[in-house]
T-cell receptor, first 114, second 113 residues
């Protein structure tokens, strides 16, 4: 158990819909990262937040947005969903935001878009 | 931009065999290098890391050495067990201060008794 929690575990929805994925980092960790894992794209970094502020951006679509709240939990919002958005979405956390730290991954949210 | 290239899997080995999973990278500056492991149905977890050239990371019998001259970070284990069956990801992290991590595509390892 990494200490990172993600809800829900599974999510099934239809094209065009909007969903919100939630992540609670390990106690004391200030950085939260979001990743998308799909069979054809592998593991893609989406976005990083540090203590409420966006710090790094990866391959995140404009239809996707994220935020980190004052209690440090984070939400990833996916809108106008397409079939290709079906994937496993991971959240990870670390105590700082620099290059050398280990990231602790949650168990993931499996999103299926029908 | 940064990139990580891993040998393609799946890799199938018999128990107690020697394991090598190749990883090479392209990066500017001096990245940190990581190996993460993903067991079935779970998230990734850090296996080992190295933060500068010639560093050797090791954990649970696995080792990898940061080779700047060959831009490589190959994962090795002398004697694999069935419990090592998992997907292994090589990754690098920007040296610029903020942790934008680039992952390889992952190599699936299956160890048979």
């Amino acid at each position: 158990d990494s200490g990172v929690t993600q809800t829900p575990k599974h999510l099934i929805t239809a094209t065009g819909q909007r969903v919100t994925l939630r992540c609670s980092p390990r106690s004391g960790d200030l950085s939260v990262y979001w990743y998308q894992q799909s069979l054809d794209q592998g593991l893609q970094f989406l976005i990083q937040y540090y203590n409420g502020e966006e710090r790094a951006k990866g391959n995140i679509l404009e239809r996707f947005s994220a935020q980190q709240f004052p209690d440090l939990h984070s939400e990833l919002n996916l809108s106008s969903l397409e079939l290709g958005d079906s994937a496993l979405y991971f959240c990870a956390s670390s105590d700082r935001g620099d290059s050398y730290n280990e990231q602790f991954f949650g168990p993931g949210t499996r999103l299926t878009v029908l | 931009g940064n990139s990580v290239t891993q040998m393609e899997g799946p890799v199938t080995l018999s128990e107690e065999a020697f394991l090598t999973i190749n990883c090479t990278y392209t990066a500017t500056g001096y990245p940190s290098l990581f190996w993460y492991v993903q067991y079935p149905g779970e998230g990734l977890q850090l296996l080992l890391k190295a933060t500068k050239a010639d560093d050797k990371g090791s954990n649970k019998g696995f080792e990898a050495t940061y080779r700047k001259e060959t831009t490589s970070f190959h994962l090795e284990k002398g004697s694999v067990q069935v419990s090592d069956s998992a997907v292994y990801f090589c990754a690098l992290s920007d040296s610029g201060g903020y942790q934008k991590v680039t992952f390889g595509t992952g190599t699936k390892l299956q160890v048979i008794p």
